[in-house]
């Protein structure tokens, strides 16, 4: 009889947590402009934890640190990751701030305090319902990129002016950014009159 009751009294309790957890969505909304609870945040990274396999957890980075290695992976960063995280590793841009959950702010303990194994295992797999997607391919060739990646993640602490301005350089350029830097060109060149249009128009 204790054992039928306890029973019941589980399913009780996991009835009640849903139709709370259902509730603090609805009374919350799907709008993505907010920041997560603090108990959102312990409990998915503490289910984020738990996820990644202890194997993946305990990998050894592979590739030895290098001014050579941080120079490739700085920039790899800049292309491909600073859209959404930004160069310095904040996660300050207009598509981080628009995600749910924020990307972290990676010169702090909550990512810095990840295995390399851990930081690995995200960048190759992404993690699901956030907006950080999987790089992993089937036959491995972005392996040595992502661990490069992890050696620069732990230098973002320390990262320079003059790191941050040549990873600017590499950053991807929109079609106006690249229209309004032709433009400049032409006028600095004389071959255009920049009376006669928007030449020093910000984006």
């Not at 054992?3 to 849903?18: A, T």
């Not at 628009?98 to 851990?118: F, I, R, V």
């Not at 391919?137 to 992502?146: C, E, L, R, T």
């Not at 990262?159 to 309004?180: C, F, G, S, V």
Request: glycine content about 8%; overall charge negative.
């Amino acid at each position: 009889m204790t054992r039928i009751r306890f029973q019941y009294v589980l399913l009780l309790l996991i009835v009640v947590g849903i139709f709370g957890g259902v509730a603090y969505i609805l009374s919350r909304g799907i709008s993505a402009r907010g920041e997560p609870s603090a108990a959102e945040t312990f409990i998915a990274r503490r289910l984020r934890h738990l996820a990644i396999p202890r194997a993946a957890r305990e990998a050894v980075n592979p590739v030895p640190v290098s001014p050579e290695v941080l120079m490739e992976a700085m920039e790899h960063f800049a292309d491909h990751c600073a859209f959404c995280h930004a160069n310095d590793g904040s996660g300050n841009t207009d598509i981080g701030k628009g995600l749910y959950p924020k990307p972290p702010d990676m010169k702090q303990a909550a990512t810095q305090n990840l295995s390399d194994g851990e930081l690995f295992y995200l960048i190759q797999n992404g993690v699901r319902f956030t907006g950080m997607p999987g790089f992993a391919v089937p036959d491995g060739s972005h392996d040595q990129d992502s661990w490069k990646l992890v050696r620069f993640i732990r230098h973002l602490p320390m990262i320079t002016d003059e790191e941050l301005a040549h990873m600017k350089e590499m950053n991807p350029k929109t079609p106006a950014d690249l229209k309004e830097e032709e433009e400049i060109k032409r006028f600095l060149e004389g071959t255009e009159n920049p009376s006669s249009n928007e030449t020093h128009r910000h984006h």
